[in-house]
């Protein structure tokens, strides 16, 4: 499915002075602007998905501040503003005095067709969907498109409670993006958890579509909201899972956790401690989609499950979904080992079934190791408890001094390793040297820029290499570096390559 995009730009620029206005449509790169910055003092900005642009060198002053102001809408009590039937969001710094020093005028955009590899999610009936991923990867717009399609494709009554009227625009007229479905401003964002219970109160909705739940008042409503019968469409800050797991204020979103004392039989049946941690509840939501790329979307399609296996020390069962650059979806179904099965756009292969390394961090930075596991993409989970680890992960200065807790864990046979340095590159290396039958793509990659750095050698014309991530690409880089030759990366991602060129060009 081909995306569709509808910015309304034209009514963002309109509220710059002419010079800034004429200075932003003077750039190529219009469709990929992301946003425009206006600090008091300083050069004003413009910036894109893959360059920040000054535009002007005159620093921004008092009236060029005051002019966009006077040309938006009020600002609420999280300084943002909008203009209406827009998305566009305009965000203000200000001063000790409550002065506007700075502004933050980000290009709102509707995008038709990116639910497309979810889309048989959302359409299960009475299935709650949390959409789980750090700001900026899309969740908002997804959020858009699903309140949209229920509305006007599945015919189901909706309602948004809009904190920020970042789903459907400000003003008192929704944007045309959320097709049939309601709105509800909310006054501010402290009285969110109100209007969601206001929502199903007063207007009778079969779904309702939140953005951002946050604080544990959101959480409650959330849980009260879905044992009422109503469906739940909702976003949340987050990397992983298990992010909202060890979250006290959100866990609850997932069933919550609490500490359970077990028998002496079911504690050796189980082969752990006595005391372990069990889920409390039925969870809120059905399934929870993590979205690591605008992309490259995990789904757990049975949270309950999910959220049993990893106390447990297990590895959730996923759906790794993948839009490729021809439009069309892969999905990539993982074991609870976290090994791949088979990819259902090929024909079946036979998978290697590889275990997840369970890892243990002891006073070292635990979101810094899950961070490039992520980056690494391979086989590794971060566990809160060493009950469930297979290696305790530390650093030198701690391995030294042996504090009685890490003593305790060494004689008990648990396997400690070292690293230099609390940093992600000696995480990064770790992980390589104890998983590195997980690379073969780091083989093929760094072949392939050996055979383009040959052929530029050889024919003395720059060579385009395939699309690889940014991790594969940086050691690219280093095997034309080494040749001394230059390359670059071009292209957006997913599809972004190098393109290696001869010495002198």
């Known amino acids: 499915m081909s995306l569709e995009t509808v910015d309304d730009i034209e009514l963002l620029l309109d509220v710059f002075p002419p010079v800034l206005r004429q200075a932003v449509l003077r750039e190529s790169a219009l469709h990929e602007l992301l946003e425009v910055i206006l600090d008091l003092g300083r050069p004003p900005e413009a910036r894109y998905v893959a360059k920040t642009t000054d535009l002007a060198a005159e620093p921004v002053d008092v009236g060029t501040i005051a002019f966009v102001v006077e040309r938006i809408g009020a600002f609420s009590h999280d300084n943002r503003a909008g203009i209406p039937r827009t998305l566009h969001r305009i965000s203000a710094l200000r001063n000790r005095t409550g002065g506007v020093i700075g502004l933050t005028c980000r290009v709102g955009r509707a995008v038709f067709g990116t639910l497309d590899i979810v889309q048989d999610l959302v359409h299960q009936p009475d299935k709650s969907i949390l959409l789980l991923g750090p700001p900026g990867v899309g969740k908002t717009t997804l959020l858009r498109e699903a309140a949209r399609v229920l509305a006007d494709e599945d015919g189901k009554r909706v309602v948004i409670v809009d904190t920020s009227n970042e789903i459907a625009g400000d003003g ?99 082969r752990t401690q006595k005391t372990v941690q069990e889920r409390k509840a039925p969870p809120t939501f059905d399934v929870l989609i993590e979205i690591h790329t605008r992309y490259r979307f995990a789904v757990h399609p049975d949270v309950a499950a999910a959220v049993d296996g990893l106390l447990r020390g297990w590895s959730s069962s996923l759906e790794i979904r993948t839009r490729q650059e021809d439009g069309s979806i892969t999905t990539e179904q993982l074991t609870e080992a976290g090994s791949a099965l088979q990819d259902q756009t090929a024909a079946p292969t036979q998978g290697t079934q590889n275990r997840v390394l369970r890892i243990y961090p002891y006073g070292i930075n ?126 957006e991602e997913p599809f972004r390559r190098l393109i290696v060129y001869p010495v002198g060009r």
């Open 366 to 491: 635990r979101q810094r190791l899950e961070h490039a596991i992520h980056a690494l993409d391979v086989p590794a989970r971060v566990v809160a408890q060493p009950t469930y680890a297979d290696v305790i992960l530390t650093v030198r200065g701690q391995a030294k001094r042996q504090p009685k807790a890490l003593r305790l864990l060494v004689e008990r046979g648990m396997p400690l390793y070292a690293l230099r340095s609390d940093t992600a590159s000696q995480m990064e290396k770790f992980l390589r040297d104890h998983l590195s039958e997980e690379f073969p793509e780091d083989r093929a990659a760094l072949a392939e820029a050996e055979a383009g750095v040959q052929r530029v050698i050889a024919q003395n014309e720059q060579c385009e290499l395939a699309p690889q991530r940014a991790r594969l690409r940086r050691l690219q880089h280093q095997v034309v570096k080494s040749y001394g030759l230059i390359s670059h990366s071009e292209g």
């Open 172 to 270: 008192d007229i929704s944007h045309a993006a959320i097709g049939r479905a309601r709105r509800m401003q909310v006054p501010s964002p402290d009285r969110q958890h109100q209007v969601m219970i206001e929502a199903v109160e007063n207007h009778m909705p079969e779904v309702i579509v939140v953005d951002e739940i946050g604080t544990q008042a959101e959480a409650e409503a959330a849980r009260t909201i879905a044992e009422r019968g109503v469906r739940l469409i909702a976003t949340a800050h987050g990397g992983t899972l298990e992010n909202l797991v060890l979250n006290p204020t959100l866990a609850d979103l997932i069933g919550g956790v609490q500490s359970v004392t077990l028998g002496d039989d079911e504690a050796r049946r189980r």
